[in-house]
């Protein structure tokens, strides 16, 4: 099995290619720098510094792979930007449809539980989607205008919905790095928006090995949740991180506002991941 994987350097990326290289899968992994990578540490993995949207012979170049991993996607966490929809959307369609005519048999492309817009509650594929942010509204688009090419040109497509990771190598603007900072710092208190916010978090090991294991699956098509399928509260997920390791930062609520472009308790379904046998 061969593997390409687009956005190689990013938070799920990296975390994804390293797993790679542990199942000894060969890879190429693209990504437009890839300086602060030790290549000496991966045998399998092979990193390819390149701008997948402007190298239009990318597969002429390096081949065609049996399975695409397509991760990459600029520009966030700006979801409201239009370039989302005026340059993200265009440049992944092109790229996209070369991977097709270039019979590239199965694509696996990260999604965002952003798609399922205000909608509260338990969230499962079969809804419909009502997307608030332009980066959500992109990747809507870009999702149906995949599943048109499919009814001409048949190909397998896992479009993976992907809801809140941690872990290894996140942005260190995001929730629990700035809350590990805070405790090395010895900071007296951490802020965080209301209480009453619930989100799906959801172990970034348990993301990528779910992806892999897709590559073995090739029978379930369209929309998968990437979710834990447990809702848990901001402050609870926040809390139970300083008791695991023995701080008594003070957690103050309602420091921040909550963001205006999500719902207030919102987590995932996970019916489709279990039932490939999934176990999370």
Not at 111 to 138: M, V
Not at 185 to 212: A, L, P
Request: with cysteine; hydrophobic share 35%; net charge positive.
């Amino acid at each position: 099995m061969r593997i390409f994987v687009t956005g190689a350097t990013g938070f799920i990326g990296y975390n994804l290619v390293k797993e790679l290289e542990k199942k000894k899968i060969k890879t190429l992994a693209f990504a437009r720098k890839i300086e602060n990578v030790n290549q000496k540490k991966f045998k399998y993995v092979k990193f390819i510094s390149l701008d997948i949207y402007k190298q239009k012979k990318i597969f002429k170049i390096f081949g065609t792979p049996k399975i695409l991993i397509h991760l990459a996607w600029e520009g966030l966490p700006n979801y409201q930007k239009n370039f989302h929809i005026k340059k993200n959307l265009p440049n992944d369609l092109a790229f996209l449809k070369r991977a097709i005519d270039n019979d590239v048999k199965q694509l696996i492309i990260s999604g965002t539980c952003y798609e399922y817009g205000k909608q509260e509650g338990c969230l499962n594929e079969n809804l419909k989607t009502i997307p608030y942010t332009k980066y959500a509204k992109a990747k809507d688009i870009l999702r149906l205008k995949l599943e048109k090419i499919r009814i001409k040109k048949p190909f397998i497509l896992q479009w993976v919905r992907i809801f809140y990771p941690f872990g290894n190598y996140q942005n260190s603007k995001s929730l629990l790095p700035s809350l590990k900072k805070a405790i090395k710092e010895n900071k007296k208190s951490f802020g965080i928006t209301s209480k009453s916010i619930v989100r799906d978090f959801i172990s970034i090991n348990i993301v990528v090995k779910f992806i892999i294991y897709l590559t073995y699956n090739k029978k379930l098509n369209g929309i998968i949740n990437c979710c834990s399928g447990k809702p848990q509260s901001i402050f609870k997920f926040v809390n139970t991180y300083c008791k695991k390791k023995n701080s008594k930062i003070k957690i103050i609520s309602n420091k921040y506002p909550i963001p205006d472009h999500e719902p207030l308790k919102f987590w995932g379904s996970t019916n489709k991941m279990r039932s490939l046998s999934f176990k999370l």
